[in-house]
């Protein structure tokens, strides 16, 4: 009895143990997750807090950009030059009130090509446009439009001025600094007038004589014309100077322009025995110019060839493109200028010839510099002269 008593205790001793274990081993995985329990309550604090902190800052980012947004919007709208916004597509996405003022409207939704095709006219200056369909060129708006460059998908942003005050008060400018010219060069131009005029004077007295023979009279009479003709010509380039740009703008076709100029001065080339050579690398190329303008300056450039050529000699009229303008040049075989004349040609009542006006030359540069162009001259003595001639060509925005 005794043994069965100490065996029924021995496993009630292994079970309680075993209890006591597992009680332990519960009260190590609660003190464990308990543990665990607290780093994640810290950690959610934490996150709350830099959570709390990020809002905060992105809240602040956005009322920053809604105040730029409409600092911007202000600014936008208080230009005075237009803003327009173009996708891809060309398509005008965003407009300020002052494009509207200029261009007029709808705007939206239109691309910039319908935009000038039906509300624009071209300058003979690049970028440069008149706003509307009147014949008046005086009372037509005139615009410049820049271009940003595309960005990364092919947006672009256009910045539309009127310049039609300034370009009013330019003009005024270089008609005072024209007429400025003729005040300071008044004694001079008196000589020149003078001087024929005496020379015609005398040969007209000389034709009241009734000792002259038939062919004295002819002889004398014929100088008196050639007096009166160069007077002539002499008052028309001074009425030219003063005038300054004309505006009566067409479209012609370079290639027709070099046949016009080559019909006007062949007859008076093959007079004096001079050759023209007439080189067209101009293609199908056009100009939007003053076409009587253009053609009197580049008739003036080939009557100045024609005066330093000798008998013999060649002549050479050019047309030809590259990327950004149209070239035009005249070119002699004459004895060329000393490089310390060349910019001096062109100034008013300036020649080195006798027979001169001095008014040639500079009367080109300004109708060329009217149209938005240069002219350059490139010559060493002896070696001959070309005048060259850059027009901008006709391109869009």
Known sequence: MQSNKISEIKPVATDQKQLQLAFAAFNEASEQLSGVYQQLQHQVAELTRELVLANGELHKQ??????????????LNALPGG???LNVHEVIEQVNPAAAVILGIPLLGLTWQQIIQERLLPTTVTNEWYV????????????????????????????????????????KIRRNQRLTAMGEMAANL????????????????????????????????TKTIERLHHLEHLTKDMLRFVKGETTQLENILVSD?????????????????????????????????????????????LENAMQVSSPGDHIILTGSVDADSIVL?????????????????????FTTRSEGTGLGLAIVRGVIQSMGGTVQIHSLPKAGSEFVVRLPRNKGD
């Open 62 to 75: 956005l009322m920053e950009k809604e105040d730029l947004s409409r600092r911007l919007s202000s600014l």
């Open 83 to 85: 803003v327009l916004a």
């Open 132 to 171: 509307g369909q009147q014949k008046e060129i005086d009372q037509r708006r005139r615009i410049r439009v820049e271009s940003s460059a595309p960005d990364s998908i092919g947006r672009r942003i256009l910045l539309v001025n009127d310049i039609t005050d300034a370009y009013t008060v330019q003009e």
């Open 190 to 221: 008196a000589h020149q007038l003078r001087t024929p005029l005496a020379t015609a004077l005398l040969y007209a007295n000389h034709l009241k004589s009734d000792a002259l023979t038939v062919e004295e009279r002819q002889k004398f009479a």
């Open 257 to 301: 322009l070099l046949i016009e100029l080559q019909q006007v001065i062949e007859p008076q080339l093959k007079s004096l025995n001079l050759q023209l050579i007439v080189r067209d690398l101009s293609k199908t190329e056009q100009l939007m110019t003053d076409r009587q303008a253009l053609c009197g300056a580049m008739i003036n450039l």
């Open 329 to 349: 040049s005249v070119r002699d075989d004459g004895p060329g200028v000393d490089v310390a004349l060349q910019e001096r040609l062109f100034e008013p009542f």
